[in-house]
């Protein structure tokens, strides 16, 4: 008789992004440190820096409940710019490496800072190497702190893997994120997709998450 499986209902999972879900080690203490002075930045706009996968997302998710701050689509900058006031003139702004509108982008910036608010934008790499054609922006830019974040350290995988199983209320037997952690990709998006594969077949197996079973999981996940 074939091996019964339980159907697995392919349900969203909650990604929790409030500060209290932010694991902090040396790889990204400096920028947080940075983030928490606010409001009292040495300019507008900072630019938080680093590889995906690292929690820059998280991150700006952070400050952006911190303060109130809106997230800012970039075909929004233009509608947004006319209605910037004392009460809402904070904005983060994710993969401004690749603003299409250069223009828009530094009205944005302009009309944020008479108002005494600010922008925190996220980006793989610092403005020097953004490709940036308008001087007036580029000098804005160039003169923004920018905060790095490393790539996700043991410390910071293994913090992370323990909440992702404690959110998922799942069984995991002795040695298995020590095993992941020697084997997994050094992100936080792999270790958050790495959990949901294990969840999804130690369901539909009615298994334990054991060194083993992570292993097949693991290897299939590698190998696809």
Partial sequence: MAERRQLVLDLPHRTALGREDFY????????????????????????LCGPPGCGKSHLAAVWQEQIGATSLEQVDFHSVISRIGPQECCFVVDLADGVADEEAFFHLFNRVAEQGGGILATAPSPPARWTITLADLASRLRAAPVLNIGQADDELLEAVLIKLFADRQLRIEP????????????????????????????????????????RSILETAQSS
């Fill in 24 to 47: 902090v080690t040396h790889c990204n203490q400096e920028a947080l440190a940075f983030i928490d002075r606010w409001p009292n930045w040495p300019s507008p706009l900072a630019v």
């Fill in 175 to 214: 040695g298995v994120v020590g095993y992941l952690l020697r084997r997994m990709d050094r992100s936080l998006g792999a270790a958050r997709d790495l959990v949901a594969d294990l969840d999804k077949a130690a369901l539909a197996e009615h298994r334990t998450i054991s060194v083993p079973f992570a």
